[in-house]
C-alpha cells in the first residue's frame, strides 16, 4: 500500500505565475519607437520648412519622452497587468498631432490670422495635464467596478455637463455650435468630451440590471425580434436627450456619439439586432426631421452635398456658406498615394480649422494614402484593444463598461473622419490625440486610463485560495 499527499496550493500557484505575465517591457519597448518616430518627424518639418534642424527638437523630444516615461511608471507600478498596446499607440497619436499642429504654426498665413496664437506650445501643455489626468485614474481607481455604485450619479452629472453650454454667460456659441463653456484663465472647454465617459459609466451600469427584461421580445416580424413596449422606454429617452442636443446646441457630432454608443452597449448587453435596427431608424428620422428647421444643421448637410458649390458662394462673399470641406478634399487628393512630405502642403488654407477640426486633412496632403491609412490603422487597434479588454473582462460591468468607451472612441474617429472626407456631413468634433484641444486630450487619455485599468483586472491572475489544513492530513490510500 502507498500514500500520497494531496497539496493543490503549490499547483494552483504556478499556474498563475505562468499564466499572466505583465507585459511591461514590450510597453517600454513599444514607447521607445512611439517617441523616437514623432521627434524624426519633427526633424522632418524642420528641415522641410527651414532646411535645417529646429531648434526645439531636443527639448521636445526629451519633453514627450519624458511624459511616456511618466505614465509607463505609473502602469508598472499600479496596473502591472494591463494591456501594453494602449499607451504607445496613444503616445504615438498625441506626439504625430504635436508635430504637425508645429507645423501649422509655422504657416504664415495663418500667422496672419487676426487673434492667432502659437498652438503647439499649448498643446504640449493640455498632454501633460492629459498624463497627469491618466495618471489619476489609475492610481485612485482601484477597481473599476467601484464606479458601479454611481450608476444614477453619473447619469446626473453627465446631463448638468450637457447642460452647462446653454447656460447664460457661461456657454459660448463659437462658429455656430453651442458645446462650449468659458472658463477665466483656461480659455474654453468642451463638457461633453467628459460627458461621454460619463455616460459610458451610467449605460454599463443600467444596462448590467436591466439587460434581461430588455432581451425579453414580444414577437418576431420580419426575422427581427421586436422589443415589448414598456422596454423601449430607455431608448426613446436617449433618443430625445441627442435630438435636444442637437436642436438647442446645434451639435450633430455629440448626439450621433451619445445615441450611437447607447445603441451599441444595448445590442451587446442584449444580442437583439432589433435594437440596432430601431437605433438607427430612430437617429435617421431625428437627424432629418431637425434638418429641416435647423440652419446651422442645414449648412453642414449642404456642405456635403454640394462642397464645390459652398465653395463658390463663399468665395463670392455670400454669408453662411463653407468653403472648408472643398479644401480639405482638395488636401486629399493633391497628397496623391504618398504625400507631398511633411511640411510642404497647403492645408493652412483652410486656416482656422486647419489644427482641429481638419488636421486629417494635413496628414492626407502630406503622408498620403499611405500614411492616412497607417494613422486609421493605429486609431483601429485602439479600438480592437479596447474591444479585447471587454472581452477578458471577468465582470459584466466591465464589459459593458469597455465596450461603450471602446465605441464612443471609434464613433468619434469615424463621425471626423467621415466629415472631413465627405462620406457624412461636418460635425464639429475633434479627432482624438491628433487634433488642436484641450478638453478633448483631457478626455481621451482619461479613457485610455480606465481601459488600461479594466484590462489590468482582466488579465490579473486570480489571487491564490488559502491553504486547507485538512488537506493537508487527507491521504488517497492505493492498493
Known sequence: MSSTTNSPTHHTSTIGAIGAP???????????????????????????????????????????????AIGHLVVR????????????????????????????????????????VEAAPRQLLYTALGIAMFSA?????????????????SMFAALVLLLLPLVPGLGANIYGAKIWIRVPGLGSLQPGEFAKIILAVFFAGYLMVKRDALALASR?????????????????VVWGISILILVFETDLGTSLLFFGMFVIMLYVATERT??????????????????????????????????LGEYKLSQQGVFGHSEQSMQALWAFGSGGTLGSGLGQGHSDLIRFAANSDFILATFGEELGLAGL??????????????????????DPFGKLLAIGLSGAFALQVFVVAGGVMGLIPLTGMTMPFLAYG?????ANWALIGILIR??????????????NPDAEMTQVVRP
Open 22 to 68: 505583465s507585459r511591461r517591457n514590450t510597453e517600454l519597448a513599444m514607447l521607445v519607437f512611439a517617441v523616437v518616430i514623432p521627434v524624426f518627424a519633427y526633424a522632418n518639418v524642420g528641415l522641410a520648412i527651414n532646411d535645417s534642424v529646429p531648434p526645439g527638437l531636443l527639448s521636445y523630444g526629451c519633453g514627450l519622452g519624458l511624459l511616456a
Open 274 to 307: 432589433s435594437w440596432i435596427v430601431f437605433g438607427l431608424l430612430m437617429s435617421a428620422a431625428g437627424a432629418v426631421g431637425v434638418a429641416s428647421f435647423e440652419p446651422h444643421v442645414q449648412q453642414r448637410v449642404q456642405a456635403w452635398l454640394d462642397p
Open 373 to 394: 491609412m497607417a494613422i486609421l490603422l493605429l486609431y483601429g487597434l485602439i479600438v480592437e484593444r479596447g474591444v479585447r479588454t471587454a472581452l477578458a473582462a471577468r
Open 438 to 442: 484641450g478638453s478633448s486630450v483631457l
Open 220 to 236: 418576431r416580424v420580419m426575422g427581427l425580434y421586436l422589443p415589448r413596449g414598456r422596454d423601449l422606454g430607455p431608448i426613446i
Open 77 to 116: 507600478k499600479f496596473a502591472p497587468y494591463a494591456d501594453p498596446l494602449l499607451l504607445p499607440l496613444a503616445t504615438l497619436l498625441n506626439g504625430l498631432g504635436l508635430v504637425v499642429i508645429w507645423r501649422l504654426d509655422q504657416s504664415k498665413l495663418l500667422q496672419s490670422l487676426p487673434n492667432y
Open 137 to 153: 485614474v489609475l492610481i485612485f481607481l482601484k477597481d473599476h467596478r467601484v464606479l458601479q455604485r454611481y450608476t444614477y450619479i
Open 454 to 467: 479594466i484590462s489590468d483586472t482582466a488579465r490579473r491572475p486570480a489571487p491564490t485560495p488559502a491553504g
